[in-house]
């Protein structure tokens, strides 16, 4: 019998960008820049481990607004031109970095590596990576799973149990739609629980989620197995909860492996480094500088001078570091031996993006965790949290604590002084959308009051999207998020009122599906409270 289990979970979620009116659009960048840094090297990292014959189980959370982005053929042709730039500029550089050595081999790696992107994306993968993590998920080592529709975050949406739910089932079914299931577990946006969500998860046929460690610590029941081991929500719904040494060797920014001083440096790009002449046409609009993806510097150390970087002392760095990270398990197993009459399960959530863009070597080092966990002496065996509750059906019952993976481990990211003057405008719209569900549910609608409806509803789950109060509270593109708020609550407002006088624009409706063309399948009906027996609904 294994000694324990590991299961690590990626979740890819990029908020809905798609901007047709215009030429290009920076924050599309978010998109392409995460295609060839993360999602890319995870399949071809896939694609090894299959070719190897290396038995692994991975989980992969796919967004349902990332999954109509890797659709939309707009956003492909506008990859596919942004790449071909990328491979301009690298021939530039080519030529520029011809008398230094160093830098010159870096510049050849940059350009191997953006025509094997280009190519696997075009002729291998026929622009459509969901269909490649599809294949990996029916040869058994990938379980695919979903998050809410806009990844609302569902603590400070639940005034209104119709919001909740309307986040859950558009996500559920949007996932449904490309890949042909539904999924049996759910990324809750944020890791964002309250007491009595399960309820909801168990409606929509979820089996189980993730919260914080201190979700399961603080629940209803001291938790006869710490973290090591789900809690059954009194429903059959499971919890697990994230293993914060896991936690740590990844994501701290002092304990963590992604700071070593041999990885490469983010924040060192050539969209900064060199004159502006020289890279202007490969920045936003000429003079605005940003990240272009060519990074010649290792992190160093906590100095403005960097050094070079060296791919094969970071290659041997990510193999040590994941021989450190394996041996770190298998230590915690023994001390949780005495104490479990069952094996342990690690539980390791971490975003997606965080491999390859942020921590460039990440997919190298997840690579070689999953090798090492499939050796055949090893005590470890990688599983999904669906293959655990089949090994392990009977779990503790309690009800987890309100909890997020936020900072202070609460709402505190998604509700401050930055961001506060959100919620009463996405609660207004929601109870208008849904008195607007109730009052028409039942009316002979015609085609174009169904597609005004259909629209308010994607507006309104537009908005509430979590995104755009993290940034900002982060300070990023504050502008942008504060634009996409009120520009997604004004075609709501719109929306809304030609409802109710019953005179709607054509022509302006049908720009706005253009413009948010998410959810095709979508019934604003989905905006209701379905009546419980004996319960009045009203």
């Excluded at 053929?73 to 596919?80: C, G, K, P, T, V």
């Excluded at 530039?92 to 050595?101: F, G, H, I, Y």
């Excluded at 709607?504 to 419980?532: C, K, S």
Aim: charged share 25%.
């Amino acid at each position: 019998m294994n000694k324990g289990y590991l299961s690590i979970i990626l979740h890819a979620h990029l908020p809905y960008v798609h901007h047709p009116e215009h030429d290009s659009f920076f924050e599309e960048n978010w998109l392409f820049e995460a295609i060839i840094d993360c999602y890319l090297p995870l399949i071809a990292m896939l694609d090894r481990l299959q070719q190897d014959r290396v038995s692994h189980r991975l989980t992969l959370s796919i967004s349902p607004t990332l999954i109509t982005m890797l659709q939309d053929e707009l956003l492909q042709q506008r990859f596919l031109r942004h790449i071909t730039r990328l491979l301009v500029l690298t021939e530039k550089e080519l030529e520029r970095t011809r008398d230094n050595p160093s830098l010159h081999e870096l510049a050849k790696r940059y350009q191997s590596g953006y025509l094997e992107a280009l190519h696997c994306y075009q002729n291998h993968y026929q622009c459509d990576l969901l269909a490649a993590f599809a294949k990996h998920r029916r040869n058994g080592t990938l379980e695919l799973i979903t998050t809410a529709a806009t990844h609302g975050f569902l603590p400070l949406l639940n005034i209104s149990e119709a919001a909740v739910r309307c986040q859950i089932k558009v996500g559920i079914d949007a996932f449904a739609a490309y890949f042909g299931f539904a999924p049996e577990g759910l990324w809750l946006p944020e890791c964002g629980y309250y007491p009595g969500l399960e309820a909801v998860l168990k409606d929509h046929g979820i089996r189980y989620f993730f919260v914080d460690s201190h979700g399961i610590m603080d629940a209803s029941q001291a938790p006869r197995h710490g973290i090591y081991a789900p809690l059954d929500c009194g429903n059959q719904v499971m919890a697990f909860g994230r293993d914060p040494a896991c936690s740590r060797q990844v994501w701290s920014a002092e304990e963590g492996y992604p700071g070593d001083a041999d990885y490469r440096e983010y924040y060192r790009d050539i969209g900064f480094d060199l004159p502006l002449d020289y890279i202007g046409p490969y920045i936003l609009d000429g003079q605005t500088r940003i990240n272009t993806g060519i990074k010649y510097h290792r992190i160093t150390g906590k100095t403005a001078q960097k050094d070079v970087y060296r791919p094969d002392k970071a290659l041997a760095k990510a193999k040590r570091h994941a021989s450190d990270f394996i041996d770190r398990r298998r230590r915690q197993m023994q001390a949780l031996a005495p104490e479990m009459d069952k094996p342990p399960i690690f539980t390791a959530p971490y975003d997606a993006e965080l491999f390859g863009h942020w921590w460039h070597e990440g997919p190298l080092w997840l690579e070689q965790v999953l090798r090492l966990a499939a050796q055949e002496n090893s005590d470890i065996k990688t599983v999904s949290c669906n293959d655990y509750l089949t090994l392990h059906p009977e779990q503790q019952r309690a009800r987890p604590s309100a909890s997020t993976w936020g900072d202070q481990g609460y709402n505190d990211y998604w509700l401050n002084e930055s961001n506060d003057w959100i919620y009463p405008l996405l609660h207004k719209a929601g109870q208008e959308m849904e008195k607007l569900t109730m009052d028409l549910q039942n009316f002979k609608l015609n085609d174009l009051q169904k597609r005004a409806l259909n629209q308010a509803l994607r507006s309104l789950l537009l908005a509430q999207a979590s995104d755009w109060p993290f940034i900002l509270k982060a300070g990023t593109t504050v502008d942008y998020a504060k634009k996409r708020i009120m520009d997604h609550l004004a075609r709501f407002n719109y929306l809304h009122d030609c409802i109710r006088k019953n005179r709607i624009d054509e022509r302006y409706l049908t720009a706005l599906e253009v413009m948010d063309d998410i959810f095709p399948d979508i019934d604003f009906r989905d905006y209701g409270v379905p009546e419980r027996k004996g319960v009045s609904n009203g």
